[in-house]
């Protein structure tokens, strides 16, 4: 399986942040499988935002979960990251990644099966 991330590098602040992770070699209906947004600011480690399943369940981190929407759209194969009311302190690296149910929430990065190659994303006005 194979992600991959779009989506804009720079968003103002106060801005709602949009991603796209597209996935090829695999299905995101696929039983079990999970999608995740993982992200990391400069100098810190992997932050966990939230996940949708196979069946389009959804979870959030708790402090991420007012300002965090993700929604997919099978005819594409691929899933959506909002958040909303972003500030410089959301400046990070974000990925996507594959994982199965047990893993979801993980902050380790060999808890995942498959990455996406990360896009670089800065608040800045």
């Known amino acids: 399986v194979q992600l991959q991330e779009s989506g804009p590098g720079l968003v103002k602040p106060s801005q709602t942040l949009s991603l796209a992770c597209t996935v090829s070699g695999g299905s995101i209906t696929t039983n079990y499988v999970y999608w995740n947004w993982i992200r990391q600011p400069p100098g810190k480690g992997l932050e966990w935002m939230g996940a949708?399943?196979?069946?389009?369940?959804?979870y959030y981190s708790p402090s991420l979960k007012s300002r965090t929407s993700i929604f997919r759209d099978t005819s594409k194969n691929q899933f959506t990251l909002q958040l909303s009311s972003v500030t410089p302190e959301d400046t990070a690296v974000y990925y996507c990644?594959?994982?199965?149910?047990?893993?979801?929430?993980?902050?380790?990065?060999?808890?995942?099966?498959?990455w996406g190659q990360g896009t670089q994303v800065t608040v800045s006005s």
């Open positions: 990644a594959e994982s199965d149910g047990l893993r979801v929430g993980a902050t380790e990065r060999n808890a995942y099966d498959s």
């Open positions: 949708i399943a196979y069946s389009g369940s959804t």
